[in-house]
């Protein structure tokens, strides 16, 4: 079989990413499943006494917190969730290093009530690391609700750790949890595994040989058994860890040949030996929940059972992803409206106080207008019309995910994805991007290959974001929707945009299929996916959170950007040189290309002005064409079509903004993220030309048909 190293990013190990305060501070590790509740026992918990950051090495986020018990303080690290220490992924790499190399005390495994013998899978293979685990079964309340009965005493004899029962979404549940690492005393051995009986002979072969060096250092069986199969990435991570490469000694590495050449002349391959090291965690497991376990309804999970057969089906699922797109921006199409108006006359109030306090402490008048009606205007204008949609749209985003809906829209859309040779978990990144690009890029980092992740990142702006929609909205109801009921123009704007948003969804499989047949060819990974039971949301804290996680976050992005660009866009409108504004002059200049585009230069050049936020784009051109010098209310939108109309629009500058709208270079926030994630100024830049491209190509494709039509 022969052993094999290769490099991997820095090590835990060298650069330990929790450190204790003091000597006397408790570490754990708090690992588990993805959707098992981790995250919500890690902040009842630590409450306010969090913060996060990168894994040294890796783009992968950590969150750290401590509390308080009575024997001192306890640092708890929340480990990226996993299915398995066997790490195919940044994230499993991240969560098995740390468990063997970051010096932990303890490691808390939080298991699903509900599907507790799937979760055990990982339990066992940490105890088989570790000597110092707590089992924590979280959502016992879920349990009892589908009469499932956990005996967590026989678990605790079978398993030979602490056990803890919790509803983690009731914190006073979590006080049995706290007292058991008050309480925590060390084991004296890790968990042992029962492997086959030729596994079992290889690994005394290989053992023994292993203690000799290392036995202080790691369980050196749970060594063995990865010296066998060959776990390159865990073989150099060690060997940073001890400060020995293991592969420099000859005992070992002739008693690695030997191992092989014995479970060789037993027909076991490295890929059947993982197949039956994993067989035998199963068969534990199994066996461990047969008596610990009972279902005194066997149909407690034909809910989700229906569920799915609904919102996963061949034709249904698609049919029921459509449904709630249409309904997710209709909710937010209209409800953003009244508090965009009143967010603007509240922040809009404020310029007389601004100007006259600027002219109070003596600031030149030129000055006034530079802070005043550029950067404090524009900064105004993004924030009354990108917070309110932002506000409804990511709340009821994260609802869905706390729902369980998300991995049903990856488990639909991985198919499609994986004929276009990428990964079915794009789907989610994609999602994310029509809240805000640059969350979507970030979002990217779930995904485990290298190649699959870079083609996720590229195409992400190719679905458009919130900061879009004010300008498509705009656009559709004055050109295509005319004067309707207001219940009637909220409908049929989110039909419209839910038509191009399919449009972008399509043209994101195509550019995804071109760039994996070209610059980034490959084959398409597999990837465990686990559809989680449906659960009712916590719409207090999914508002609480998606409020401050995510939609503060991306408005104060977008809003330090704002400023400088107002301030750009003032100037480029205010300095004359000749009898024309520079902003005139530029727009004149792009004329006879973006006659060709089907658009006219003061459009092109709003979206060029507009891209620190899209959300200015209609603005500019009603400031370009009214020659205001300032960033003024579009008002009411029939005396703005007149406007447009005036200045030569026609159906097809409308349609062919939109596209432009739709397929364009995304926003500086989002270029700043690409540059930081990719941490490459090649796949920053074709990032930004693939959707420029594009967007030109079809501008002109539909400005030439339609030439022939009109």
């Not at 450190?19 to 754990?28: H, M």
């Not at 049995?176 to 030729?198: P, R, S, W």
């Not at 229906?306 to 909710?331: C, E, H, N, P, Q």
């Not at 658009?599 to 200015?616: S, T, Y």
Request: proline content about 3%.
């Amino acid at each position: 079989m022969g052993l094999t190293s290769s490099s991997t990013g820095s090590s835990v190990s060298s650069d330990t990413a929790v450190k204790r305060k003091n000597a006397g501070d408790l570490l754990i590790a708090l690992a588990g499943n993805p959707n098992v509740g981790k995250s919500t026992v890690f902040n009842a918990l630590t409450g306010m006494n969090q913060h996060t950051g990168n894994w040294p090495g890796k783009t992968v986020t950590n969150a750290q917190g401590e509390f308080k018990t009575k024997n001192g303080t306890v640092i708890l690290a929340d480990i990226p969730g996993t299915y398995s220490l066997m790490a195919h992924s940044q994230e499993e790499e991240v969560a098995r290093n740390f468990i063997c190399f970051g010096g932990v005390d303890a490691v808390i495994v939080v298991c699903d009530a509900t599907c507790l013998e799937r979760n055990l899978n990982l339990a066992i293979q940490t105890m088989e690391i570790s000597k110092n685990v707590i089992i924590c079964v979280n959502l016992m309340d879920e349990a009892k609700r589908k009469n499932i009965k956990i005996d967590l005493q026989m678990l605790k004899n079978k398993l030979g750790v602490p056990v803890v029962g919790v509803s983690a979404r009731k914190k006073k549940t979590l006080s049995a949890l706290v007292k058991e690492i008050e309480n925590f005393k060390k084991c004296d051995g890790a968990h042992k595994i029962k492997y086959d009986e030729k596994i079992e002979n290889a690994i005394e072969i290989l053992e023994p040989v292993l203690k000799k060096h290392y036995k202080n250092i790691i369980n050196c069986r749970w060594l063995a058994l990865r010296l066998l199969d060959n776990d390159s990435a865990l073989i150099n991570e060690f060997s940073k860890f001890a400060e020995d490469d293991i592969l420099s000694h000859t005992d070992i590495l002739s008693a690695v040949k030997s191992a092989e050449e014995y479970l060789s002349d037993n027909k076991i391959s490295r890929n059947k030996l993982k197949d039956m090291t994993v067989s035998a965690i199963l068969s534990q497991s199994e066996k461990i929940c047969k008596d610990a376990v009972t279902y005194k309804n066997e149909k407690y999970s034909d809910f989700d059972r229906r569920t799915d057969k609904i919102l996963t089906g061949k034709v249904s699922g698609y049919l029921a992803m459509l449904l709630l797109v249409a309904l997710v921006f209709y909710l937010t199409v209209s409800g953003a409206n009244y508090p965009s108006r009143l967010l603007s006359n509240l922040l809009f109030s404020f310029e007389d106080k601004l100007m006259g306090f600027f002219k109070f402490i003596k600031i030149p008048q030129y000055f006034c207008n530079l802070l005043v009606l550029g950067a404090y205007r524009t900064l105004a204008w993004i924030v009354s019309v990108m917070l309110p949609p932002m506000a409804i749209f990511f709340p009821l985003f994260t609802l869905l995910e706390d729902f369980g809906y998300l991995p049903r829209i990856a488990y639909n859309l991985d198919k499609p994805f994986k004929k276009c040779c990428a990964c079915g978990k794009q789907a989610l990144t994609m999602c994310m991007g029509f809240g805000c690009n640059a969350a979507g890029v970030v979002g990217c980092r779930i995904i485990d290959s290298e190649r699959e992740r870079l083609l996720a990142v590229i195409t992400n702006s190719l679905v458009p974001c919130n900061g879009r929609f004010p300008t498509l909205i705009s656009i559709i109801t004055m050109f295509f929707i005319g004067t309707q009921t207001k219940t009637l123009t909220s409908l049929t704007s989110a039909l419209f945009l839910t038509a191009l948003i399919l449009a972008g969804i399509g043209f994101t499989f195509l550019s995804t299929f071109i760039l994996s047949k070209t610059v980034l060819k490959g084959v398409p990974s597999s990837f465990t996916l686990e559809l989680p039971p449906y659960r009712k949301p916590q719409i207090g804290k999914v508002i609480v959170r998606s409020v401050f996680d995510r939609t503060l976050f991306v408005l104060g992005r977008a809003a330090a950007v704002a400023a400088p660009a107002g301030i750009i866009i003032y100037l480029a409108a205010n300095i004359i040189v000749g009898d024309a504004s520079i902003l005139k002059i530029c727009s004149d200049f792009l004329d006879p290309f973006a006659r060709l585009m089907g658009l006219d230069g003061v459009i092109l050049i709003a979206f060029i002005l507009g891209f620190p936020a899209n959300e200015i784009v209609i603005p500019i051109v009603i400031m370009a064409y009214t020659a205001s010098g300032v960033l003024s209310d579009t008002g009411n939108l029939t005396a703005v079509k007149e406007l447009f109309v005036s200045n030569g629009w026609n159906m097809t500058t409308a349609m062919c903004t939109m596209i432009f709208s739709l397929f364009h270079w995304p926003c500086s926030t989002t270029v700043l993220t690409i540059k930081k994630e990719t941490q490459s100024i090649k796949w920053t830049v074709i990032s930004v030309l693939l959707p420029t491209l594009l967007g030109i190509l079809c501008c002109m494709l539909v400005a030439f048909v339609m030439k022939f039509v009109c």
